[in-house]
């Protein structure tokens, strides 16, 4: 069973720096991640979501190739392109990997302007050395499907992050 994990950050680029950790993360094999998308609410009021799958894009890919296929059977090749490409960039549009758009977007709302929300859904994780990487760049939680004791702990991580002042990093020679 996946978790889902929402954390509220200052930016978008606090929100891409902790989604780019996790992906080193994964590389390590201490995690594993169904889908990691960013909600950004806009000064102009609506919520944006930067997503890992581009589902229009991948759809008219996929669709332009069938259509040639198709266009080069019935003697037709650009029409086929061009109707395999729409119809594929329809299909992509419409469909949804992942987390739930619709309740991201809903959950997303309450964030003020300029703030991003990190979603990520976990199929399975080390939880210690994950929360040890993530947890200096602090982080409110927005909402988990973690039982209680494992949402408190990742709550005092990522609380405990903005009590301490940063430890300097230094390079060993």
């Given amino acids: 069973m996946s978790d889902l994990i929402a954390i509220i950050y200052p930016s978008e680029a606090k929100a891409e720096e902790v989604r780019q950790r996790l992906f080193k993360l994964q590389k390590e094999y201490l995690i594993s991640l169904s889908d990691a998308v960013i909600a950004v609410k806009t000064e102009a009021g609506p919520v944006k979501l930067n ?7 991948i759809g ?3 669709g332009s190739f069938w259509g040639l296929l ?3 059977i019935f003697l037709n090749p650009l029409l086929g392109v061009a109707l395999g490409a729409a119809s594929g960039a ?9 987390i739930d758009d619709a309740f991201m977007k809903k959950l997303s709302d309450t964030l003020q302007p300029g703030n991003a929300a990190l979603f990520v859904l976990i199929k399975n994780m080390t939880p210690d050395k994950v929360l040890r990487e993530i947890q200096d760049a ?10 209680d004791s494992k949402e408190q702990k990742l709550r005092d991580a990522l609380a405990k992050a903005g009590t301490e002042p940063a430890a300097p990093k230094t390079n060993a020679a």
């Fill in 51 to 57: 997503q890992l799958v581009n589902t229009t894009a």
């Fill in 70 to 72: 198709i266009g080069v």
């Fill in 90 to 98: 329809l299909g992509g549009a419409l469909s949804d990997y992942g």
């Fill in 60 to 62: 008219a890919v996929s």
């Fill in 138 to 147: 602090g982080g409110t939680v927005l909402k988990t499907s973690l039982d």
